[in-house]
């Protein structure tokens, strides 16, 4: 089973969940049959419900992501346009799912070219299937998993995001002297 986390009031997910079950699914079912995909995020709109087929799971809305991905053995962050860090992918990498993702969903998070990353990284529906098919193979998905929580522990966790802030905004004193005693008298009579 695969899953693409999204929330579905964006543009830029919906677009993906489309191009997902529309053009790279069929892809995916020629070489895994009986594979699932799993959409599951706030805000659906109807075309996002419309997209739900045999092999396919609207779930929506769910209260613990961890739980909805129980299952699930690789997510999918199939954007075409968008940006920004994507939390659907560090959410796959925090729950220990490899995630095959384009390069929209990789900006800022991973190099491209890098040997693991790369393996990771599709711009065509085609390719897209292609490296799915490969995620779903126990190796190839150990790799990217063992980088993953690397990368997360190195520049995501809050130790190293709090060393970044710290060469941004100057430490908090802790040593201030309390305020005196307000002695003022009242202004009106």
Same mark, same amino acid.
């Given at each position: ?19 997902? *079950? ?33 092999? *396919? ?36 990498w925090s729950v220990g799912l490899p995630i095959v993702m384009t390069p929209i969903a990789a900006e800022g998070l991973v190099d491209n070219n890098h040997p693991v990353w790369g393996k990771a990284i599709a711009e065509t529906a085609e390719e897209f299937a292609q490296k799915t098919v490969e995620f779903l193979k126990p190796a190839t998905e150990k790799a ?46």
């Amino acid at each position: 089973m695969i899953a693409f986390v999204a929330h579905f009031g964006h543009a830029p997910n919906t677009d993906a969940a489309k191009w997902l *079950v529309l053009d790279i699914l069929p892809r995916l079912k020629k070489h895994v049959p009986d594979l699932v995909c799993r959409l599951i995020g706030s805000a659906m709109p109807h075309a996002i419900h419309m997209l739900a087929e045999e092999g *396919v799971e609207i779930v929506g809305h769910v209260s613990c992501l961890e739980q909805a991905l129980k299952d699930v053995s690789l997510c999918v962050a199939p954007l075409r346009y968008g940006a920004g860090i994507k939390g659907k992918v560090l959410e796959a990498w925090s729950v220990g799912l490899p995630i095959v993702m384009t390069p929209i969903a990789a900006e800022g998070l991973v190099d491209n070219n890098h040997p693991v990353w790369g393996k990771a990284i599709a711009e065509t529906a085609e390719e897209f299937a292609q490296k799915t098919v490969e995620f779903l193979k126990p190796a190839t998905e150990k790799a990217q998993v063992t980088a993953a929580r690397k990368l997360l522990r190195e520049r995501f966790s809050n130790a190293a995001i709090q060393t970044l802030l710290e060469d941004i905004f100057p430490p908090v004193m802790e040593d201030v002297s309390p305020l005196p005693e307000d002695t003022s008298r009242p202004v009106l009579n």
